[in-house]
């Protein structure tokens, strides 16, 4: 009788080991994310907590999360509403409803489809790979930086190569398919690891940063004694300028 209860109470220990392991952490998190068992009431994320099966996640202006499993990353854009499910207990599923906003995905390949995007327009499954899916108005978009994305409108599916982008919605029928800019990749080329988004925005400054005003100072002295003329000029890009000239006869 003891030995059943030690084997009972192992084995409920390695099944809440397996449930906890298959949870979304928050790796990172600005102000302004919070989390919600039905998305309507919500309550603050904080750094470190287990995102339990099928919670809701949201970002407001400016804000950026990203929640972490094992080796794998995904990233939450500003303005982003989305739930997320794993299968329980093994956890090797994942399975996104996606609101609104732009998700980052970075997930490691293996041999079936384990993770999957759901959007109002279309739905995206994959084996591993990374992608964006953005969902704006009446329309959903899919980029895939890295791997193949399996795009469907429920009607249609196509396979989306590195470099392209799939969109759906709009008022229009089927998927459309055509080159894509790559904005986001991983730092060191290792799958999930230090997200980034690197391309420009029109002021020059990377996207999500905030612009800033260059600010200069430039101060010059000049100086001249005797016979013949002294000049000193000293000048300071970034909307400021300094000038300075002095003559001695």
Known sequence: MRGMLVFVSLVFSLLAGTVHAADWVVERATSN????VDGESWRPAKVGQAIPNAYWVRTGPRARAVLSKGSERIMFRE????????????GQKTKVTQRRGSILFAVQKRRRQHTSVVTPHLAAVVKGTV?????????SKVRVDRGLVRVSDGEEAVDVEPGREAAAGAGTRGI?????TETSLT?????????TKITPNASGNRNGEVNEKGKGKGKGKGKGKGKGNGNGNGNGNGNGNGNGNGNGN
């Open 33 to 36: 994310v919070s989390v919600s």
């Open 79 to 90: 303005n982003t509403v989305a739930a997320i499910s794993v299968s329980k207990p093994s």
């Open 131 to 139: 992608f964006e899916v953005s969902v704006a108005g009446v329309s």
């Open 176 to 180: 459309s398919v055509k080159a894509a």
């Open 187 to 195: 730092a060191n080329g290792g799958v999930g690891v230090g997200l």
